[in-house]
């Protein structure tokens, strides 16, 4: 997708340099230590390192009360786990993982993102279940029709720090509305949209090149629920298609719909430098 230039709010202070690596690379898909070897550990975090799911959303595996050590249900998530405490995860012994992985999906649709659904519904799990061999866990939620960019991977820390708003992320959706967007409409969306849970910022918003005026491309940083829909349902608008074409530098060159590829050496050093 080719797109004019984005009006933009002044990018974050940087020296654009990747730390270099000094003894050994700082992450690669070959067996490295991931935390398994401390003494003890705080509950979401030993979950986290398990390939169970984000800390955040361990943390709400603990509360409700999922997850046991040494056979007894723990609810706080502050819990320290020692290296000799067994800990069961709905029922299934877990350790957290001493080789980490990275993958990226281009999403289609009608798959929710989620590690599984009690309504039966397809998900993204079940399109790598014959590809991928590790327990992964996808970060960068998109909703069921919203096609594009996934990062699966059992790196707990990553995905804590790709999901937080404090680092930025950027990522890029290409937007196709039910009419055309107008100009002063464009405008308020890049000044910044109030919605019932706060103000919705954006840092850049153009038309599409070449392409009708319902088409435009939208940058954003935030993570709220469906908040790309959400900011042009604000307006009256509906959004036809919405495609997430950019995610914390990574693209869907070379990767088809519906298709998922492990990350290079280079790329997982991008990823660790962006957060």
Do not use: W
């Amino acid at each position: 997708m080719t797109m004019k230039k984005f009006p933009s709010k002044p990018p974050r202070p940087t020296d654009g340099k990747v730390p270099a690596p000094k003894k050994s690379p700082p992450v690669s898909h070959k067996d490295q230590p991931s935390g398994g070897e401390q003494e003890d550990m705080r509950l979401n975090k030993y979950l986290a390192l398990s390939g169970v799911g984000s800390r955040r959303k361990c943390a709400e595996y603990i509360q409700e009360g999922l997850v046991k050590v040494n056979g007894a249900v723990v609810t706080d998530i502050g819990h320290r786990v020692q290296k000799s405490d067994q800990v069961h995860y709905k029922g299934q012994p877990v350790k957290p993982v001493t080789r980490m992985v990275y993958y990226l999906m281009n999403k289609p649709k009608d798959t929710i993102t989620t590690a599984s659904d009690e309504k039966g519904r397809k998900t993204v799990m079940d399109l790598i279940k014959n590809k991928v061999k590790e327990r992964v866990y996808p970060v960068g939620r998109l909703d069921r029709n919203t096609t594009g960019l996934l990062i699966l991977t059992n790196d707990g820390d990553l995905a804590l720090k790709l999901s937080h708003p404090r680092h930025r992320v950027k990522k890029i959706y290409h937007v196709v509305l039910d009419r055309t967007l107008r100009k002063p409409d464009l405008e308020k969306i890049l000044a910044g949209v109030q919605l019932e849970d706060g103000l919705a910022e954006v840092d850049g918003i153009d038309y599409v090149d070449n392409q009708p005026k319902n088409e435009v491309g939208i940058t954003i940083h935030i993570g709220k629920n469906r908040i790309v829909r959400r900011i042009f349902e604000s307006l009256g608008y509906q959004v036809e298609r919405l495609d997430r074409v950019y995610y914390a530098g990574l693209t869907k060159k070379d990767l088809p719909r519906g298709f998922v590829r492990p990350l290079t050496k280079q790329e997982v050093i991008m990823l660790k430098h962006f957060t």
